[in-house]
């Protein structure tokens, strides 16, 4: 089955304690990419990558770090996690069309 | 960068009536306008899409317009069913990728019965 997969899908952590979110997909997509979703906000992008070794910053990069070292694997990276960052993370992926999201990652930083 | 302006924020309309929702884009070199339904508790998924040569697409009761002279496309609902209560997304392709999508604010729309 076609399919994002993010791990995990709840997490309650402590400020200042790394944590690292991951996202893969069987769909041989290249690219890939972060959001954060926030109410009134809507789907803010972090961080993107167009293919393997190839990442950039999307409109709200600050606080987070990614690697693309495979062409499955994306993994959303918080250093030192503070509470401004409790929000609900999407993963998704896709070629040149449709993105496809994972279900989910609901984030809480005390 | 690329900003996606989406309105309203939120819409009810009654069972069976029409809804729209616009979005303004600021990116010229955008060329790939999807629309995303979320389902409460549930991830985005696509129901439509339109590429840059085409002005309209239809799919059953939802259609898009889009007028690139303007920097601007339209979502519209027909018929609405309560199944249609969503927030729904509208995005613009980014930095020279059809791939790479910022989203708008997002659309609350409740269909009362």
């Known amino acids: 089955e076609a399919q994002v997969t993010q791990n995990p899908r709840y997490l309650i952590t402590v400020t200042g304690k790394k944590l690292t979110v991951t996202c893969s997909q069987n769909?041989?997509?290249?690219?890939m990419s972060w959001y954060r979703q926030d109410p009134g906000l809507g789907l803010r992008q972090i961080y993107y990558s167009m293919n393997v070794e190839v990442t950039d910053k999307g409109d709200v990069p600050e606080g987070y770090k990614v690697s693309r070292k495979e062409k499955r694997n994306f993994p959303l990276i918080l250093e030192s996690p503070s509470p401004n960052q409790t929000s609900l993370y999407f993963c998704?992926?896709?070629?040149?069309?449709?993105?496809?999201f994972g279900e989910g990652s609901r984030l809480t930083v005390l | 960068g690329e900003n996606v302006e989406q309105h309203p924020s939120t819409l009810s309309v009654q069972e069976g009536d029409s809804a729209v929702i616009k979005c303004t884009y600021s990116d010229s070199a955008s060329n790939y306008f999807p629309w995303y339904k979320q389902e409460l508790g549930k991830r985005p998924q696509l129901i439509i899409d339109i590429r840059s040569n085409v002005g309209e697409k239809k799919d059953q009761r939802i259609a898009v317009t889009l007028n690139k002279t303007a920097k601007h496309f339209s979502l519209h609902i027909t018929e609405t069913q309560p199944e249609d209560s969503a927030v729904y997304f509208c995005a613009a392709s980014a930095r020279g990728s059809q791939g790479n999508l910022i989203f708008g604010k997002g659309t609350k729309l409740s269909v009362k019965p």
């Open positions: 998704a992926s896709g070629n040149t069309g449709e993105l496809f």
């Open positions: 769909m041989n997509h290249e690219y």
